[in-house]
């Protein structure tokens, strides 16, 4: 079956510095992968889609890889601030099938900015 | 605010009542969703409609009943719960067909206590 990992449940960090995240997935091929930044109760909000084919893609201070030999990406946050303080998720999406998606979501990372 | 609405914010209810939630989308949307989060799991997809039409169940049990009367509302009817239906539910739409996009809208989400 499909198997998103998020590398760990909790990542603290010194403001400043660049959090890297990773995601690793098995028994999956996805047509792209998606980031999402959830805060304590209130629904996830889309940050990044990355499709199979692209390597790399930024915005702003953030950064996305994706390895489809590697089966991982690598979500990058370069000077961090405690505002950036957060859970990541992790989302896989297969294909466009019939105008709709079906969507695989990791446990998340719960990012922590330390001032 | 994303352009999805979810109420109540907060329920709290006995094993043998009878609820429902409530999602509404403002940005014309043909697909919506029903997902499921519990503490420390990840989010879990438990329906999606497609212009009105249910296109996945993904093995929900039946005291869970989705509703969908047009494009903009999606409702989850609720009845005879169990304590381990206590969670998170969220509520998302999105146009995969736009070109290059295909992010998923969220509501703030229910969060449900079953007593």
């Known amino acids: 079956s499909q198997k998103i990992e998020q590398n760990s449940e909790a990542l603290n960090i010194q403001e400043g510095k660049t959090a890297t995240l990773t995601c690793n997935y098995t028994?999956?091929?996805?047509?792209?992968l998606q980031w999402y930044r959830q805060d304590p109760g209130r629904g996830p909000v889309f940050l990044l889609l990355i499709r199979e084919n692209e390597k790399e893609k930024r915005k702003e201070r953030l950064k996305v890889t994706f390895d489809t030999t590697l089966k991982q990406s690598l979500f990058h946050i370069t000077a961090s601030q405690p505002a950036d303080s957060a859970t990541y998720l992790c989302?896989?999406?297969?294909?466009?099938?019939?105008?709709?998606?079906?969507?695989?979501f990791g446990t998340g990372t719960k990012l922590q900015v330390i001032p | 605010e994303t352009g999805v609405t979810q109420t109540p914010r907060h329920l709290v209810m006995g094993m043998t009542n009878k609820k429902s939630l409530k999602c509404e989308q403002h940005l014309g949307h043909n697909a919506m969703y029903w997902y499921k989060q519990s503490a420390k799991k990840p989010l879990e997809l438990m329906f999606v409609y497609n212009f009105k039409e249910q296109t996945e169940n993904n093995s929900v049990p039946s005291r869970f009943s989705p509703e969908c009367p047009n494009s903009s509302h999606l409702f989850l009817h609720l009845h005879t719960l169990q304590p381990e239906d206590s969670a998170l539910y969220l509520c998302a739409s999105s146009q995969p067909d736009r070109v290059f996009n295909y992010e998923q809208y969220f509501g703030p989400g229910t969060r449900l206590t079953v007593t």
């Open positions: 989302a896989l999406d297969g294909a466009n099938s019939g105008g709709y998606q079906k969507v695989t």
């Open positions: 028994n999956y091929s996805p047509a792209y």
